[in-house]
């Protein structure tokens, strides 16, 4: 059982234009074997770095305190000694709708959703049909900006919204019919029925040449909050301060976190850990199969002890006062 090996979520596939090769940007979801790899979780940041090909990436990501967005800042650099033709494109399905309702009815769920593509803008917004007078359904955006390279080092984004088309028929994630072809993508829009987003980039990069691309996700209450979101991330110049200021903001606030509860960054990372072995079970920290098969009760043999079992449970066993440290620790990361 690992949940982890899902590959579902928001993602950048890249392809070497001569070669064929394909991979991403990430582990998930090609799943393509790296010359090098490496991913580090710090407060406010999630950070990969990978070498394939020549070509070396740095994602870093991180969700805005500012604007309800999430950016992807991907470096491409090119270490090999030849010019390279790199497409990148971005990929994540659409949903709109609390968890419990997509679980629930997935595909009807998703059939609500409209899409829409301001190639002028290169972005894609999504909202879902409102189901009464009252309704006022959120905006979905997505764009991909290119910073530091000149006009002729890349061309124009290409779109598509339908999940059909991009994935095709029998394949999954890991190699998705968009990715099997070279080529703009489709630029399916309005009521696709199964929507997703997707924007490509193809760029062109010299011997040791370094590109940046921000790929944004966010939502807004109307479309016009929508472009504005748009516009504001989509500055082509240099480092969009705008973009560096999400850096900023991130890390700031993810230290007020910290002094609010009163721990440090081994702190957060050992939380991090934890949550992890609670979110998806490990063998390694549950009891041993043959004592959990004798074990003839159910959640009810909890309410006695004041205990609803709503929540998972952490057993920490104490063997030596000495590690009474590790009892703080649980306490502040609101698991005790």
């Known amino acids: ?28 979801p090609v799943q393509a074997a790296p010359e090098h790899y490496e991913a580090v979780f710090s407060e406010g940041r999630a950070e990969f770095r990978r070498s394939d090909h020549g070509i070396e990436l740095h994602t870093e990501i991180v969700v805005s305190p500012e604007d309800d967005i999430e950016l992807r800042r991907i470096r491409i650099a090119n270490k090999s000694g030849r010019v390279r033709r790199i497409e990148l494109t971005g990929y994540a399905e659409v949903v709109l709708a609390p968890a419990a309702l997509d679980a629930a009815h997935p595909v009807f769920s998703r059939m609500f959703v409209q899409t829409e593509i301001l190639p002028e803008r290169g972005a894609i917004l999504c909202t879902r049909r409102p189901q009464t007078p009252d309704e006022r359904p959120p905006v979905l955006l997505n764009l991909m ?162 205990v609803s079992g709503d929540w998972p449970i952490v057993l920490l066993q104490l063997r030596d006062a000495a590690n009474i440290e590790l009892a703080r620790q649980l306490d502040i990361g609101g698991v005790a």
Do not use: M
């Not at 019919?177 to 993508?185: I, Q, W």
């Not at 990069?205 to 991330?233: F, N």
């Open 145 to 306: 900006a290119v910073h530091g390279a000149v006009a002729d080092a890349y061309d124009a984004p290409s779109f598509e919204t339908s999940r059909a088309a991009f994935i095709g028929r029998g394949r999954r994630n890991a190699l998705p019919a968009a990715l099997a072809d070279s080529g703009p993508l489709g630029a399916h829009a309005g009521t696709v029925l199964d929507p997703a987003v997707a924007i490509r980039r193809v760029l062109t990069l010299a011997p040791e040449q370094a590109i940046t691309v921000d790929v944004v996700l966010g939502v807004a209450a109307t479309r016009d909050a929508a472009i504005q979101l748009v516009d504001k991330y989509q500055a082509q110049e240099a480092g969009n301060p705008l973009a560096d200021r999400v850096f900023e903001l991130a890390w700031t606030h993810g230290q007020a976190v910290l002094r609010q509860l009163n721990a440090s960054e081994p702190d957060a990372q050992l939380y991090g850990c934890l949550a992890g072995a609670v979110l998806y079970p490990q063998a390694a920290l549950r009891a041993d199969p043959a004592l959990i098969a004798r074990n003839g009760r159910g959640q009810s043999g909890l309410w006695p002890y004041a």
């Open 1 to 28: 059982e690992d949940p982890s090996a899902d590959d579902s979520g928001h993602f950048c596939y890249v392809r070497d234009l001569d070669s064929g090769a394909v991979w991403s940007t990430t582990r998930q």
